[in-house]
């Protein structure tokens, strides 16, 4: 078979597979000696004519580089663009096998909006030829529908251009500082402490991936910023074996944040944990281990005030509400996809429906320190705000992008809110486009200082569950939601474990039903993911819930066929 | 001329001709990375680069239109004194390589994962076999094409007063992987079509979509008046009442079922010990046995029938309706293995379970696990799904499954729901729309209640291409009324 195609260096992918460079022709390009030295593994750019190692993502000529995307799309005809370059790093960790796994990539997408029309353009290329190519081909992409399809019509909220800014999420230790044996050992130790205070500890499996999210963005309304972004997705899984029976467990404090190595280190974390994280694995092992002397029953079919704790909050939050108030899915943009939402009538039920019991107030923001989809500027260049999605169980507002929010200016004008997106703008990457995803939920606490094991007090009759895991409609109205432990609760104390139970509900009736949450005290922020989209994209996002109380729910055997 | 040689050049910016790597840039690629290793030991690499077309609609607009490519080298480096590391990168120039070379060494230095001491079996050799799921359509489907089909499924959606949202996508990408005889090497094609049509009032929703390798076998204006049929005839469903049912299940309903069986034939049931014994440390899942204490080992049901007779499920790689690359870089050595012809379920007999190469080696003394991609090939029969409704006294018509989830690996039971488009079906004819039910049922039990089957035909899939009938069953659960549409 002949290939007609060039060997070696090609036209498209122009990594021209050159001879290595020794670390003395990079010393006497000046930037570079400081840069590799910094980072671990340089990849390469074109900012100028010669390759060099890519800078920090700060370095001011990145500007340039960015713009020339945006030139080559308002030249091509765009009558709005913007650019996103992304420097991935993460490393995953198994402990349990010593296993490390290091992964690098460097993204460019461009997005171009022609008469009404988006198009989209990436690839894994910075230079200024290809950032070019991907503003032409992105204006091409959305011309080409402008010309075939019926007129459509965009109008984008209102942005502020950021004058040429950077932001660097706080972290107090940048995990590829730390050593890797250090991870491990740590880690190590973490496993061989929880074994040490409680002897039924089994099957441990406690991996860890950390994330550094390095970006640029620039549009055509003249903004210009870059951002560096962590993440570490912490987890720490067990099980409690005594005799026949097993209890599964997992370290709360350990899930996805916006945070470097210090969500294992820091003796606190506000939201996550007061004490160390040994302390704290002590204490939830501690909890458990009265489980242990509970006796297994089935479950009595019927309908029980029900307990919740943060995790199983934190899961029905996102999965009911937090997905039906995204507007776009509201609107029918995601219906070929994972679906639409109850909330249906989204522009009719705004500032009207009642979504839950008035003690239901959730809100939403990209802001808070230590969130998963904390930002400083979202992926259209919006300083996200904090806004309320439902106040005194009436929904006030949705997710928005500058688009979305475009679709609800009526109602914002009419209602004297300020006409803007909420900044929920996101992708996993600059390969994929941006679009409406999920930004960090907050369920406002109750007034009194109530907690888990307080509300097991006041319950005469009913159950409690820990870490529920829901399965839901395509409008995320129907749930299923299976315990991870179930608990049988009488006279105010836990008297079985409660085999094979789940609750059967719908959202609305559910938070109607909500009978009180947990004080600020109680709060707890969990790390969540989201997958939007076609192709799907996945993304992060916490939720911070206290644990809450919510009437005679319907207790089902989730195995039990017709 | 060469295949190559047809492709369209389009001078659209950068050229345009090499929307994925080339056999000789992956060539090079490994060469350099294997220069860069030292110390010995084994050097691995996947390379894997892509090139994705889509466009996608809502609310019968076109809402995004894109144009992506990507990169992906992944190496694996085990050192002769330690042990292995992964580094992956999507940077191709000799200091990215030579990096990513350098930091698998170190990483493998901590002693983790299998260690090269580990591996006593020489990497398989074989006559590897090329796919032909390359299509020439698929490459050449340009966005102005995909334009021209968005507006024509939207406006015959927008005419009838209803929504379209829906997607299509044409992919090619190459996949090369280190092999025993030098680098194995595969060009493919990918597409996929699906579009939900809903009535204004969400009242009614309508689903089709299909995927192949070849754009050409997808018929994206068929899809859109079956969705959008399908969207007018499930409005203003009403309520019956949760219980076993009859029902006939379209072939993407069955496919949702059948991914579960063919997961648990394929993938984590690495314990076997030989015919009709599975490993002590693996006597679970659902075609397992049991544990028997008397010999110390564990029971699987090879050889016993499993299911109805009717049933054969199987997978040829070199199938082009089955769309694989017909190797995989093994988890043993992280070398290419072949994927051999499989089959799983002989009319209704359990024939193989799938067992890796690790396993191979180390407990049966051979050097090739018997392992498959997820796709497969499920046998039917001659019933039409019109036939099936005539013979039906009462029963439900199901479109398809959506959001199934394991509640209990022993006996693969799902939950799920139902979605877009149930009818209820009294002496023998579509009666009326029903609202959609959440099911708890195992396809398993599906496939011993069985009592038609039809034509096996491709379904959507994009990521394991899967050949599957429709079928009428009888008892079906559905345990619970979902009121959402």
């Given at each position: ?562 | ?106 990483q493998a230095k901590h002693g983790g994962g299998m260690t090269i001491r580990d591996i006593t079996a020489p990497a398989p050799v074989f006559d590897y076999q090329q796919p032909s ?353």
């Open positions: 078979m002949t290939d007609e195609r060039r060997s070696g260096a090609s036209p498209y992918f122009p990594y021209n597979l050159e001879m290595p460079i020794t670390r003395r022709d990079l010393l006497k390009r000046g930037v570079a000696a400081a840069v590799v030295a910094a980072v671990p593994r340089p990849l390469f750019v074109h900012l100028g004519r010669a390759r060099e190692p890519v800078p920090p993502i700060e370095d001011p000529r990145l500007k340039d580089l960015a713009f020339s995307a945006l030139e080559a799309a308002r030249g091509a005809g765009a009558t709005y663009a913007d650019v996103r370059l992304t420097h991935d790093y993460s490393r995953s960790f198994n402990p349990a096998l010593s296993n490390i796994y290091d992964a690098e990539a460097m993204t460019v997408g461009v997005r171009a909006l022609v008469d009404g029309y988006w198009g989209f353009a990436s690839s894994a290329v910075w230079s200024a030829d290809e950032l070019a190519r991907l503003g032409r081909e992105a204006v091409h992409q959305a011309k080409t529908n402008a010309v075939t399809g019926k007129p459509r019509t965009v109008l984008l909220a209102p942005v502020t251009a950021i004058a040429d800014s950077h932001w660097n999420m706080p972290v107090a230790r940048d995990p590829f500082d730390v050593p890797v044996d250090e991870i491990l050992d740590f880690m190590g130790g973490l496993a061989i402490y929880a074994r040490r205070v409680n002897r039924h500890v089994r099957d441990i499996y406690n991996p860890a991936t950390f994330v550094r999210q390095e970006k640029a963005y620039a549009s055509t309304v003249g903004s210009y910023c870059t951002q560096r972004l962590y993440r570490s997705d912490g987890a720490f899984f067990f099980n409690l074996r005594k005799d026949e029976k097993v209890i599964g467990g997992r370290i709360d404090a350990l899930s996805s944040a916006g945070m470097g190595w210090e969500l294992y280190t820091a003796d606190r974390i506000p939201l996550a944990r007061d004490r160390s994280l040994r302390e704290e694995i002590r204490r939830v092992l501690d909890e458990l281990d009265e489980d242990l002397t509970l006796p297994l029953r089935p479950i009595d079919v019927g309908r029980y005030d029900t307990v919740f704790d943060n995790a199983s909050v934190a899961n029905l939050l996102a999965e009911t509400l937090g997905r039906a108030t995204e507007l776009d899915r509201a609107l029918g943009y995601e219906a070929n996809a994972d679906g639409t939402s109850y909330i249906d009538a989204p522009l009719q039920m705004i500032g009207t429906y009642n979504a839950g019991a008035p003690l239901l107030s959730v809100t939403g923001n990209r802001t808070e320190s230590g969130g998963c989809a904390t930002v400083k500027w979202d992926d259209e260049g919006v300083v996200p705000d904090e806004f309320s999605l439902v106040k005194d169980g009436v929904l006030t507002d949705f997710q928005t992008t500058r688009e979305s929010a475009g679709w609800l200016k009526d109602y914002y004008d009419k209602s004297g809110k300020p006409f803007r997106s909420h900044g929920c703008a996101n992708a996993d990457s600059a390969i994929s486009p941006p679009m409406q995803h999920s930004p960090n939920l907050v369920m406002t606490p109750g007034h009194e200082a109530l907690d888990f094991n307080g509300f097991l007090a006041g319950i005469s009759n009913g159950i409690a569950i820990r870490w529920l895991n829901v399965n839901m409609d395509f409008q995320h109205l129907n749930g299923l939601g299976i315990g991870g432990s179930t608990y049988e609760v009488k006279h105010g104390k836990k008297t079985a474990l409660l085999n094979s139970a789940g609750i059967l509900f719908r959202a609305p009736e559910f938070w109607k039903g909500l009978l009180s949450v947990g004080g600020a005290a109680s709060a707890r922020r969990l790390g969540g993911t989201e997958r939007k989209g076609e192709p799907p994209q996945m993304t992060y996002h916490s939720v911070t819930a206290p644990p809450a109380v919510a009437k005679q729910l319907a207790l089902v055997d989730p195995r039990r066929r017709a | 001329m060469s295949r190559r040689a047809q492709r369209p050049v389009r001078l659209l910016g950068v050229a345009d001709d090499e929307r994925f790597l080339s056999k000789e840039t992956c060539d090079a690629v490994v060469r350099r990375i294997r220069g860069f290793a030292q110390g010995g030991g084994e050097t691995m690499v996947r390379i894997d680069s892509w090139w994705h077309g889509e466009l996608r609609w809502a609310r019968n607009r076109v809402d995004l239109a894109s144009d992506r490519r990507d990169v992906s080298v992944r190496v694996t480096r085990g050192l002769p004194d330690g042990g292995r590391a992964d580094v992956s990168t999507n940077q191709l120039d000799d200091r990215s390589l030579q990096a990513a070379v350098y930091a698998a060494e170190r799921i390359w299509s020439d359509t698929t490459y050449r489907f340009a966005t102005d094409a995909r334009a021209q089909i968005a507006r024509r499924i939207t406006d015959k959606v927008e005419a009838a007063r209803m929504l379209a949202a829906g997607y299509m996508e044409v992919k090619a990408q190459s996949t090369a992987r280190t092999a025993a005889a030098g680098m194995m090497y595969a060009e493919r094609t990918a597409a996929q079509c699906s579009m939900t049509v809903r009535d204004a009032a969400g009242t009614g929703s309508g689903w089709a979509g299909l995927s192949s390798y070849n754009w050409g076998a997808i018929d994206a204006d068929a899809l859109s008046a079956r969705a959008l049929e399908k969207a007018i005839a499930s409005r203003n469903p009403v309520g019956i009442e949760p219980g076993r049912y009859t029902v006939i299940l379209e072939p993407q309903a069955v496919h949702e079922l059948m991914k579960w069986v063919v997961t648990h034939l394929n993938a984590g049931f690495a314990g076997l010990i030989g015919p009709g014994r599975v490993s002590a440390e693996n006597v679970s899942g659902p075609f397992a046995a049991g544990f028997d204490n008397a010999l110390g080992i564990g029971r699987s049901k090879l050889g016993l029938k499993v299911v109805d007779e009717r049933i054969t499920i199987s997978h040829d790689p070199m199938d082009p309706a089955l769309g694989v690359v017909p190797w995989v870089a093994n988890n043993y050595d992280s070398y290419a293995e072949p994927v051999l012809p499989v089959t799983w379920i002989d009319h209704g007999i359990l024939k193989t379970l799938a067992y890796d190469r690790g396993y191979a080696v180390y407990r049966l003394g051979d050097n090739v696990g018997a392992v498959s991609r997820d796709g497969y090939r499920m046998s039917g029969g001659t019933t039409t799904v019109d036939e099936m409704i005539r013979t039906t006294e009462r029963g439900l018509l199901v479109t398809r499954f959506w959001n199934t989830d394991l509640l209990d690996p022993g006996s693969v039971l799902l939950t799920g729901l139902t979605r877009d488009g149930l009818w209820l079906i009294e002496h023998g004819k579509i009666s009326k729309a029903v609202k959609n039910f959440r099911f708890t049922e195992s396809p398993l039990f599906v496939l011993n209640s069985l009592d038609q089957l039809g034509e096996p035909v491709p379904v959507f899939s994009p990521d394991a291409p899967a050949i599957v009938p429709p079928l009428k069953a009888h008892d079906f659960s559905f345990t619970s009324l979902v009121d959402a549409v």
